[in-house]
């Protein structure tokens, strides 16, 4: 019956909700986005590999993720740029990117660079 008792309760209090939501952006400014999911999160601050920075467009598709009882936006969801596993492109919202090819080529803004 103690076994029982401990095994519901152990199972019980180690399930929990996903800490993590898919949502949109409503805006960014100043290193945060106001993103819109099963609730509406403000303020928020951007999560980014070192030495990478940016400020993600209104409508981008993200992910907010509650870590140590505060949420960060961990990015935006990535969309297909006909890129080969292994490869890397770099844009904006204004059309400007750099893409850095598997088989060694860097494109910049389509043009090939050496």
Excluded: H
């Excluded at 029982?4 to 949502?23: F, P, R, V």
């Excluded at 935006?76 to 490869?87: C, I, R």
């Excluded at 400007?96 to 060694?104: F, P, Q, V």
């Amino acid at each position: 019956m103690v076994k029982m008792w401990i095994l519901n309760y152990i199972t019980k209090n180690s399930i929990t909700d996903s800490l993590a939501e898919k949502g949109n952006v409503k805006g960014a400014g100043e290193g945060c986005v106001q993103i819109n999911a099963a609730s509406d999160y403000s303020n928020i601050p951007i999560a980014a590999p070192y030495g990478i920075s940016y400020v993600p467009t209104a409508g981008e598709e993200s992910v907010v993720l509650c870590a140590g009882g505060e949420n960060i936006c961990l990015g935006t969801v990535s969309k297909d740029k006909n890129l080969q596993p292994g490869e890397i492109m770099l844009y904006s919202a204004g059309g400007a990117s750099i893409e850095l090819k598997n088989d060694g080529n860097v494109y910049i803004n389509g043009r090939a660079v050496s």
